[in-house]
């Protein structure tokens, strides 16, 4: 067999199961409503089929770099990938929620174990000379993971069921395992030592659990609480013990002499803010998509695939390119690009055409690739040849701690813009109602009381034809109730111009409900535009993450004496 052959067969090993462990990140998503149908249960209970997937991928992350770095790559890789497929196949076969929560948790386990290694994988299969271009390869297939997750998972649980969302990683599993066993030559960091790092590992463990743990929850419990406080605080107690173990131990997991290179340190903040900025635009679009433009989820999930392709096409450029004339220039444009895109997201409308949404997408994922690819091919380039496993899972644990910062920030912003329009509009609505002349003052007081109750939902109740006529129903039946407990001269009085009192609440229940509309639309502009803005220090990040050089300058990976401070 041909040495072109065997490469392309010990990539595809590496990309199916990078593939299948971020794509479970995302696919999950969609069918969290079904899954709930089926199992029963509160919203916040299922959640955790997501969360506890994060959770876990976050806190090991970094642990299984260093021991991928001491035992062998591809023997950690094999493990890792083995562990995901029988937790997806077992997952589908999930008999309680309790169950299928557990399994998703030693499934985040797997994940970080495989996402990690993959990049040293590739580089020890191919020639410094490639690296430019499979990592933007990498890059592409790392958009294409995250951004199509919504749709497959769409059409997954539509035309199958839910539990395929599982199921489908088992072949790619397996057949990840077999060509990596056949054609991947096992790898390790030569200057690591067998010890483990008992210390660093609990403590670097301990530090992401805490962060996670209290960014996940910050919604129920909100940030100035003293439940968040406090696992924000032991958080940075881990961390603070994480960095003296590293400076005081004899064999660390982290060498800390990776924290003095400029490139280094610009490539994993650059990566904080792409994986805040990713879930940012693929979260705040989708609920956009579905509850402002009134779009099945399914079709929700596949207008958000626009960013992996977008994505695809710069990554398979910048990736090659960077590799000649430094990651910098490639990754600054790429986070304005994004950020641009996102910013003009808040333009859109409730009835804006189906191609003002695509084009946007687009070119944020055009911005994601010229990112992603050359950002992780320069934390590559830029660190000793035996540290490229551990760069590695601190670039891959940014991307995900920023993946989880961005939701916390945005819901916590999206819900805060959201109440403060629907709060204006209510008042609006409120003070038409008050000054109508047509309808008597208990049928306003209903009235008013319905309006408020709209606000409360978020337009929930407003979001369709068939939820607009609920609503209205809803309404008559109150003011009917209402109008039997009034004085029968009252009742009288009412029944002979019911008509017209009917015929004037649901005109100014539809005035309402539009003008919340309007309020719901604007609070998601705001957001949007908050989170281009929020990408502005990427830009920084992203200019430090690596050096210009010349084209015909070769590329040196730094060695430990001459590391850049």
């Known amino acids: 067999m041909s040495i072109r ?3 392309a067969l010990s990539f595809t090993a590496i990309v199916l199961g990078f593939f299948m462990a971020l794509l479970d990140t995302t696919i999950i998503n969609i069918a969290l409503p079904e899954m709930t149908r089926h199992f029963g249960g509160s919203v916040s209970r299922i959640s955790w089929v997501m969360n506890g997937y994060n959770l876990a991928f976050a806190i090991f992350i970094l642990t299984a770099s260093r021991l991928a770095d001491q035992f062998g ?6 493990f890792g990938v083995a562990l995901f497929t029988l937790t997806s196949l077992l997952a589908g076969f999930a008999t ?4 299928l929560i557990l399994l998703r948790v030693i499934q985040g386990l ?8 993959t990049i040293p994988l590739t580089t020890t299969t191919f020639p410094k000379e490639m690296h430019g271009l499979i990592i933007g390869i990498w890059g592409a297939v790392s958009g294409i993971a995250a951004a199509s997750g919504p749709a497959l998972g769409g059409i997954l649980t539509q035309k199958l069921s839910w539990e395929w969302i599982f ?3 088992v072949p790619l599993g397996v057949l990840s395992i077999v060509l990596t066993a056949v054609f991947i030559e096992e790898s390790r960091d030569n200057t690591a030592g067998r010890t483990i790092d008992y210390g660093g590992t609990l403590a670097i463990t301990g530090a992401m659990f805490f962060i996670t743990y209290a960014l996940i929850k910050v919604q129920d419990y909100g940030w100035s609480s003293s439940v968040i406080l406090g696992l924000l605080g032991a958080g940075l107690v881990f961390l603070l013990l994480f960095i003296f173990t590293q400076w005081r131990g004899k064999e660390p997991m982290l060498p800390l002499s990776l924290m003095r290179i400029r490139t280094f340190n610009g490539a994993s903040l650059t990566l904080l803010i792409v994986g805040a900025a990713l879930m940012n635009l693929s979260l705040l679009t989708s609920f956009f998509l579905t509850r402002m433009m009134g779009m099945t989820e399914l079709k929700a999930g596949l207008v958000l695939s626009m960013i992996a392709v977008g994505s695809i096409v710069s990554s398979a450029i910048s990736g090659p390119l960077s590799a000649k004339y430094g ?6 444009s790429g986070i304005v690009v994004t950020g641009g895109a996102m910013y003009s997201l808040s333009g859109l409308h409730a009835d804006s055409a189906l191609a003002e949404v695509v084009v946007r997408l687009l070119v944020a994922g055009v911005g994601v690739g010229l990112t992603m690819a050359p950002v992780m091919s320069s934390a590559v380039r830029n660190v000793p040849d035996d540290k490229v496993g551990i760069s590695s899972g601190v670039t891959n644990m940014a991307k995900a701690l920023g993946s989880v910062i961005g939701v916390a920030i945005i819901v916590t912003v999206l819900q805060h813009n959201t109440n403060s329009e629907l709060g204006k509009a209510g008042i609006s609505a409120t003070k ?24 409360k939902q978020g337009n929930a109740a407003m979001d369709s034809s068939d939820g607009e006529a609920d609503t209205a129903s809803a309404v008559v039946h109150a003011v009917e109730l209402a109008a039997a407990k009034l004085p029968l001269a009252e009742q009288k009085a009412f029944a002979a111009d019911s008509a017209n ?3 004037e609440v649901k005109l100014l229940l539809s005035q309402a409900g539009g003008g919340m509309q309007q309020a719901a639309v604007k609070g998601f502009s705001r957001t949007f535009a908050f989170a281009g803005l929020l990408m502005i220090p990427g830009i920084l990040f992203a200019l430090l993450s690596d050096k210009r050089r010349k084209p015909e300058e070769p590329l040196v990976l730094a060695e430990p004496a001459v590391l850049e401070r």
């Open 5 to 7: 052959m065997r490469r």
């Open 73 to 78: 790559r591809k023997k950690v890789f094999i």
């Open 96 to 99: 309680s929620l309790g169950v």
């Open 110 to 117: 797997a994940g970080a174990i495989i996402v990690p290694v």
């Open 167 to 169: 199921f489908v990683n």
């Open 327 to 332: 990651s910098h220039l490639f990754a600054a």
């Open 432 to 455: 038409v109602i008050q000054t109508n002349t047509e309808l008597q003052p208990f049928v306003k007081n209903v009235l008013t009381e319905a309006v408020a109750s709209i606000g």
């Open 501 to 503: 009192q009917f015929h």
